[in-house]
């Protein structure tokens, strides 16, 4: 059974514990060269099911930080986390530097949690469910074949 992406990294994540923010951008496969492959990260942050450690410094006084605004924008900062250094990568037509030695980590929390066990359940429940439709299947073709042969020894 194929299971989402974002399930994918949820799973990774939950196994590492906490990963670095260059750890968790390696895990997305790069095929259109933009922003928008880090969509699914970015949807997992965005949501709330991953969080980072980054924090916003108002004077003495610091506050936790989220990773971007919204989805889109979540997702231009994991490009420019994953932009190897001395390098820079086009956002919205602006050219960018990379953030590759950003310090920041990533993990999952409770809700994060929470949705991965409820993908275990469902998964779990579906393989149920086609385990008992392939034993019906079998014993139905068992009692064919069964009732098939008896006929055949009886009518001899």
Same mark, same amino acid.
Do not use: C
């Given at each position: ?59 003495? !006084? @610091?506050? +936790? =930080?989220?990773?971007?605004?919204? &989805? ?5 900062? $994991?490009?420019? #986390? ?38 275990? !359940? @469902?998964? +779990? =429940?579906?393989?149920?469910?086609? &385990? ?5 299947? $079998?014993?139905? #073709? ?15």
């Amino acid at each position: 059974m194929h299971q989402p992406i974002s399930y994918e990294l949820l799973e990774k994540v939950a196994e590492a514990g906490i990963l670095s923010i260059q750890d968790a951008v390696g895990l997305i496969d790069e095929k259109s060269g933009s922003y928008v492959d880090f969509m699914p990260l970015a949807i997992l942050l965005h949501a709330g099911y991953i969080e980072t450690d980054t924090e916003n410094s108002f004077g003495r !006084e @610091k506050v +936790k =930080a989220k990773f971007g605004f919204d &989805t889109k924008s979540i997702a231009e900062n $994991l490009a420019l #986390v994953a932009t190897p250094e001395g390098k820079s990568r086009d956002i919205n037509g602006i050219k960018q530097q990379s953030w590759s030695s950003m310090e920041a980590y990533v993990f999952i929390t409770a809700p994060g949690a929470l949705r991965l066990e409820e993908f275990y !359940e @469902k998964r +779990k =429940a579906d393989q149920e469910r086609n &385990t008992g439709y392939r034993v019906a299947i $079998l014993t139905a #073709v068992l009692s064919s074949m069964i009732s098939a042969v008896l006929a055949a020894w009886i009518s001899k």
